[in-house]
């Protein structure tokens, strides 16, 4: 009776949890990037990593991505381990540049619609119109602002479960990031898609977000619902940070 | 960007107030129909979930009802309108007082001093 109730509770979890890290550790000689994590994370969800430089947030991230493997414990990508053939259900956005600068707009799109089968082409017209991209302009001639937003564009024509972002508003001017954000939450379908991003900027990204995880020192030290950071502890996102990380 | 946040209170509790004070002051009229989830979103620069939650939330207060299909539209009964109407007129005015309170003025101070006020607005 109780192995059965174990199992069905699995496969709710399952149902649920897009993300499982099950007592993950990541070494780098010298240096242990992350200790003992164990967390999940829900579908369909906006989640954040939050935490400062070094904390350990970009480790985390390209271990759901299955660009490092753990050095102990388990990572699980909607059921399945995440090794480098998870990228099917992975789009990840890195904080890089990774584009070709003598492609075109367009000879990207075309480039990315052959690498990835879940690429939906029509769905990355239609944001390189919400974005102002044309598709004619050769990547080297964008400016950082519109590299960014061709970058978004591409991770977010991919119909993967789930979308990762490392530091999408990093370095941009505010109206960039505001466009960004915009065109996230316009081209997001939460109903089939998790984004998991880190991010410095936590104050304006706040009200896209349904949760957020604080990492430190490569300790994974909370994960908690945005709605109870206000509606419970009564502080904003920034402040909960402050008193999180200190 | 849509308005900013207040950093208390959950984003969809503002979202709930916000269109509240929209349907009171007549901006959103009874039986009209609210923008879909995402429009909502995408001009708020906030969360779908979010929006999804605000929308549950005055479907509760019965403030409004969404219909299979067609989106969620501000409710047509005007009794619940009038409450509506009543109830943020008793926030505000239990919010003032309390505060005014707190800094020590007596009833009759803010009796006077709101008819002032009113008395010049005119």
């Known amino acids: 009776m109780l192995k059965i109730n174990e199992a069905i509770k699995e496969d709710l979890a399952l149902a649920t949890d897009i993300v499982r890290f099950d007592h993950v550790t990541k070494r780098y000689p010298g240096k242990v990037a992350l200790r003992d994590a164990t967390f999940t994370l829900p579908r369909g969800k906006v989640i954040g990593l939050i935490g400062p430089n070094g904390s350990g947030k970009s480790t985390v991230l390209k271990l759901m991505a299955g660009l490092l493997r753990a050095s102990g414990g388990t990572v699980a990508i909607n059921g399945k381990p995440a090794t480098r053939r998870i990228g099917g259900e992975v789009a990840y956005l890195s904080e890089l540049d990774a584009l070709y600068s003598s492609f075109t707009i367009e000879e990207t799109i075309r480039l990315h619609q052959g690498l990835y089968e879940d690429f939906n082409q029509e769905k990355a017209h239609e944001m390189l119109a919400f974005m102002q991209l044309n598709p004619g302009d050769r990547v080297k001639n964008l400016s950082k602002g519109n590299r960014g937003r061709l970058k978004i564009v591409l991770a977010l024509s991919r119909r993967a479960a789930l979308i990762l972002m490392d530091e999408p508003l990093s370095g941009l001017d505010p109206i960039v990031r505001e466009s960004i954000i915009k065109g996230m939450i316009s081209f997001i379908d939460l109903e089939t898609q998790t984004v998991i991003m880190t991010t410095h900027e936590v104050a304006e990204i706040e009200p896209v977000l349904d949760l957020v995880v604080a990492i430190r020192d490569g300790q994974v030290l909370k994960v908690e619902e945005i709605d109870n950071i206000r509606g419970e502890l009564n502080m904003s996102l920034v402040e909960w940070m402050k008193q999180t990380l200190a | ?122």
Do not use: W
């Open chain 2, 1 to 122: 960007m849509g308005e900013e946040f207040n950093s208390t209170q959950p984003i969809y509790h503002q979202l709930v107030q916000r269109v509240c004070r929209q349907i009171v002051g007549g901006v959103l009229r009874a039986g009209e129909k609210l923008p879909s989830v995402r429009d909502f979103a995408v001009r708020n620069s906030v969360n779908p979930n979010t929006v999804q939650r605000a929308y549950a939330e005055l479907e509760r207060l019965a403030v409004v009802e969404s219909r299979r299909g067609l989106g969620t539209f501000v409710t047509e009964d005007a009794a619940r309108l009038d409450e509506l109407r009543e109830q943020l007129k008793d926030n505000q005015i239990t919010a003032f007082v309390l505060d005014m309170k707190e800094m020590g003025f007596s009833s009759e101070e803010i009796m006077e001093g709101v008819e002032e006020h009113l008395a010049e607005d005119k």
